[in-house]
């Protein structure tokens, strides 16, 4: 699964924010959470086959937890889009973005 770390909006609501895209699953996924939690604050798309198939919409649930740099749109719909050209590395990848696009 790929895994792209935001940054975050408010870092005493969630200080991790990761979005991606699970292949064996087919669908994306958003997980925020804060570390003095026991828990994730959110967790969606990690349940069931296929339950997150957008892009936009995976954004759409993380949003209020992170700034969504340019970019990471294209990204998302190219880790869905391209899944069976990629090697197994490439469908793994780690990107951390910063407000404004991905950190070198």
């Known amino acids: 699964m790929t895994m792209h770390h935001l940054t975050p909006r408010d870092p005493a609501n969630a ?3 990761v ?3 699970d292949h064996v699953l087919s669908t994306f996924f958003a997980k925020a959470s804060h570390s003095s939690n026991t828990g994730p604050t959110l967790w969606v798309g990690h349940t069931k086959p296929r339950e997150i198939t957008s892009a936009t ?3 759409a649930k993380v949003k209020r937890y992170a700034h969504i740099p340019g970019g990471l749109l294209r990204a998302l719909q190219d880790d ?3 899944v069976d ?3 197994q590395t490439e469908r ?3 990107t951390h973005w910063s407000r404004t696009g991905i950190d070198h």
């Open 15 to 17: 200080d991790s924010v």
């Open 80 to 82: 869905h889009d391209k």
């Open 19 to 21: 979005v991606g895209y």
């Open 57 to 59: 919409n995976v954004i």
């Open 85 to 87: 050209q990629r090697t």
């Open 92 to 94: 793994n990848a780690v």
